[in-house]
């Protein structure tokens, strides 16, 4: 009896102190306490937040704000969390399972065109500038090797070739690119057309875009390209890092050309939310912004020497889960295209420099026209409802609200953020050798020599 009662002491004891630890856990190391009060004192509504992600390198800013303490630091505890593809994380952030998330700048842009989400999304901040590349096959490099100039960007032109020897064996040339309304999908557009190459034309209410197509782009998830690509499935893609990158190291392919190099300076994903949790969730949303401000700040600080840290983060298998030297492979502004071919790329990947964080309106007009200029849009639109639309849905309002709060607290100096009026100096000439006027984009839009023009719709019958 005496020693069952020893253990039954002995059970209690265990038990308390069980007890005692779990609640020391939540008010001691973590942090919770400061993480309490930090959001009481900056009157968030809703601390406990969880964002979605891609498995790209570009969610970079979100990593770092929940690495490096960004987002606990203002009051935020929150929880990344993968989605299989863009559809699905689109579909978490309408249904509001997900709270904000690193999104693709044409989701956002669509719901205010209307030709996407019903529920109005918005961006207040912009998580890089440029980082896609276009890469394919061993097969097909074989074929246009002979035809591409050592050490410079690549012009589609040289896939021409390939495209007639794939016709005459009766089977369709296919790429893959990660959703229609993607900056990888109007960047591959882009270069086909500018060498020479039609890539299709969207009927209303069209998700494949393949209408007098010489090239079929059909849709697949980032992760998967590798895989897809080295099945014979799809002869090459667009895509962001470090799926570009994974190809070199697993020799089954060869990148072309870096976004760049295509059509200058482009916005890439953003921070996206619905426009009722912003309405909802001011406090909320300035705090994510300071965090992620920071945290791009820290990525692209004194050249990038934070990078190689970086890389180790997002190497984490809860993240990107690709190897370091993948990973590195792009992100220290190199980017090699086979190996012994790598090349100094110093606009790949930016995230604050450039002002790569802020929602230019330049950036998403210049998706806008991509958009009507393959049908997406339907009808030719004036200039003002480009303006209007981007507007609707790019607030740089709300990120000037949070870099100012953070050079009001001695975090950052006010010579750090643009003086602007939204649209970005252009200094990187496209392929085509096609000049950018973000003020005038139906002329730019009806400007190409492949694309649609003024009056001009997509029929089952092609375009009229």
């Keep these: 009896m005496a020693q069952l009662r020893g253990n039954t002491f002995k059970r209690r004891a265990v038990l308390a102190a069980l007890l005692v630890s779990v ?14 009060k930090a959001a009481t004192a900056n009157g968030i509504e809703k601390p406990n937040l969880k964002l ?27 929880t990344l969390e993968p989605q299989a593809n863009w559809k699905v994380l689109l579909d978490g952030v309408v249904a509001g399972d997900l709270d904000s998330a690193h ?19 918005i961006t207040p901040f912009s998580l890089d500038i440029n980082g896609k590349a276009v890469t394919v096959s061993n097969q097909v490099y074989q074929m246009i090797a002979g035809s591409v100039p050592k050490g410079q960007p690549v012009s589609a032109s040289v896939l021409k070739p390939v495209v007639e020897s794939f016709k005459a064996q009766g089977k369709p040339f296919k790429l893959a690119m990660v959703f229609p309304v993607s900056t990888h999908n109007y960047i591959l557009r882009y270069w086909l057309a500018a060498g020479g190459l039609n890539p299709g034309f969207y009927l209303p209410g069209d998700t494949a875009g393949t209408t007098g197509a010489q090239v079929q782009l059909s849709v697949t998830p980032p992760p998967q390209m590798p895989a897809t690509m080295e099945a014979g499935t799809i002869s090459g893609y667009s895509v962001g890092e470090p799926w570009n990158q994974a190809a070199v190291a697993k020799k089954i392919g060869v990148p072309l050309i870096v976004d760049p190099d295509i059509a200058g300076t482009t916005g890439d994903k953003v921070f996206g939310m619905t426009q009722a949790f912003a309405d909802k969730n001011p406090k909320t949303v300035q705090a994510m912004l300071r965090a992620l401000i920071k945290a791009s700040m820290w990525l692209d600080a004194d050249g990038g020497r934070n990078r190689p840290e970086a890389v180790k983060l997002l190497a984490n298998s809860k993240y990107v889960g690709a190897d370091e030297k993948v990973l590195l492979a792009s992100m220290t502004g190199k980017f090699t295209f086979a190996p012994g071919d790598t090349r100094a790329t110093p606009e790949f990947n930016q995230f604050f420099a450039n002002q790569a964080s802020y929602p230019m309106y330049s950036d998403g007009i210049w998706y ?24 609707a ?8 609200q949070a870099a100012k709060s953070l050079v009001d607290a001695g975090k950052a100096r006010a010579e750090q953020f643009p003086k602007t009026d939204g649209f970005r100096n252009q200094t990187h000439k496209a392929i085509d050798g096609v000049p950018f006027d973000a003020h005038h984009p139906a002329a730019y839009a009806a400007g190409f020599a492949i694309g649609l023009k003024d009056g001009q719709s997509v029929t089952p019958a092609g375009v009229k």
Aim: aromatic residues 8%; contains cysteine; charged residues 20%.
């Design 23 to 36: 609640s020391l856990a939540g008010c001691g190391k973590s942090g919770a306490p400061t993480e309490n």
């Design 103 to 121: 999104m693709l700048a044409g989701q956002v842009l669509a719901s205010g065109a209307g030709i996407g989400a019903k529920t109005r999304l």
């Design 52 to 78: 979605g992600f891609i498995k790209l390198t570009d969610i970079a800013p979100l990593v770092i704000a929940k690495e490096k303490g960004f987002f606990a630091q203002v009051g935020l505890n929150v």
């Design 393 to 400: 849905t790019y607030r740089p309002d709300l990120y000037d």
């Design 368 to 391: 806008l026209t991509q958009m009507r200029r393959w049908g997406q849009i339907a009808q030719a639109k004036p200039d003002q409802w480009y303006l209007d639309t981007v507007k």
